[in-house]
């Protein structure tokens, strides 16, 4: 699956797209316009699956004209002539919520996060209450934060990336979710100053990355991937309230010994307990085979090797102060085969 959804990436930048993010005209009700796009998807799924996943243009027949001007006036789409048009997003429909992305074919840093497998996983396995103050940092589409505010007292998003806030203003609006998630520009725990939170959720940038090549933002992690998170663990025991939890799903750097990223989370919370759920392993070389190019490649894949780093790991971790100290490490493959159902239509 990874592998698949990279030679699509690829192939789209070779045709790069460069739309404006979606807005809602003024006065729009979203509810009766995602009633008309459930029932037209529901009689239509494969040209749905073409035109807002596999961002193929389509020619619209006149009957179904109004839904889709009407989705070109929120940006979702765009008319390119006689009956043909042309999305401008991909549209996800998960759980009953909608949410937007950029294409993949945006080849600028700045793209914002498709949803995939690791947004269906955290949506459904993150342990939100109805009492938690929320902060997710490197919020992205809002994805993870729009579940989240279904159950959570207050929730707070925070990206680096303006465009990915435009994205998850519009996701908001889309799943009105208006008053329940607040949004702000910045770099981790910045715009939130000393508040802490009863929770913390995270999908950080992860791909490895050797100095000086241009990287997608949502990606770009640093040489061994774990720069932002390294900055992230370094703050987070001051913005977490006593009982406060964390949810992070990502990939880590690692060998047979198992995920870099654990002993930093545990020196980061030594008191908390960890679920690590273990959801993929991948060979090292296959994540950064993309950068054999570039000339800086040969010195940081022997880096990579002297730090004994030969594999990547997919995990969801959990951190919480429910029970004693400890590690439980599973494999849940029933829950894993029923989030990539979902998520392998997507690519
Ligand atoms: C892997 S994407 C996850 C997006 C979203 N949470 C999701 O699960 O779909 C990582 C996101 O982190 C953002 N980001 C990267 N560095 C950041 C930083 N230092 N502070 C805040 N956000 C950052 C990127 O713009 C991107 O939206």
């Given at each position: ?6 030679e699509r ?94 294409c993949l ?47 959570a007292a ?194």
């Amino acid at each position: 699956m990874w592998r698949r959804l990279r030679e699509r990436l690829a192939k789209l930048r070779e045709r790069p797209t460069h739309h404006v993010p979606p807005e809602l005209p003024e006065g729009a009700t979203p509810g009766a316009l995602l009633e008309a796009l459930e029932t037209w998807r529901n009689a239509n799924a494969e040209r749905y699956a073409r035109f807002f996943l596999f961002e193929r243009p389509m020619r619209v027949p006149r009957a179904d004209r109004p839904l889709f001007d009407q989705l070109a006036e929120a940006g979702l789409c765009a008319h390119a002539g006689a009956s043909l048009f042309r999305p401008h997003v991909r549209l996800f429909a998960l759980d009953g919520k909608w949410i937007a992305t950029d294409c993949l074919s945006h080849a600028d840093p700045d793209q914002v996060f498709s949803l995939m497998f690791e947004q269906v996983y955290l949506v459904r396995t993150m342990d939100i209450r109805e009492t938690d103050d929320v902060l997710e940092l490197c919020v992205g589409s809002g994805v993870n934060s729009l579940f989240a505010a279904d159950t959570a007292a207050s929730v707070t998003g925070v990206d680096l990336n303006p465009r990915a806030l435009r994205f998850a203003a519009f996701n908001r609006a889309l799943n009105g979710a208006d008053e329940r998630l607040a949004l702000h520009e910045g770099s981790l725990f910045t715009p939130v100053g000393d508040r802490r939170f009863d929770v913390v959720v995270i999908n950080p940038p992860f791909e490895l990355v050797p100095e000086g090549a241009t990287w997608f933002l949502h990606s770009h992690g640093g040489e061994d991937g774990l720069d932002v998170v390294r900055t992230f663990l370094g703050a987070l025991p001051a913005h977490l309230t006593p009982e406060g939890r964390m949810e992070m799903i990502t990939w880590s750097p690692g060998s047979a010994e198992g995920p870099h990223l654990l002993p930093l989370i545990r020196e980061a919370l030594p008191e908390h307990h960890l679920r690590v759920d273990l959801l993929a392993e991948g060979d090292l070389d296959e994540h950064v085979d993309r950068f054999k190019d570039h000339s800086a490649y040969d010195a940081f894949r022997a880096r990579l090797a002297a730090k004994g780093i030969d594999r990547v790991h997919f995990v969801y971790v959990r951190a919480s102060r429910d029970q004693a100290r400890g590690v439980e490490v599973r494999t849940p493959i029933q829950a894993i085969t029923r989030c990539h159902v979902v998520a392998d239509a997507w690519i």
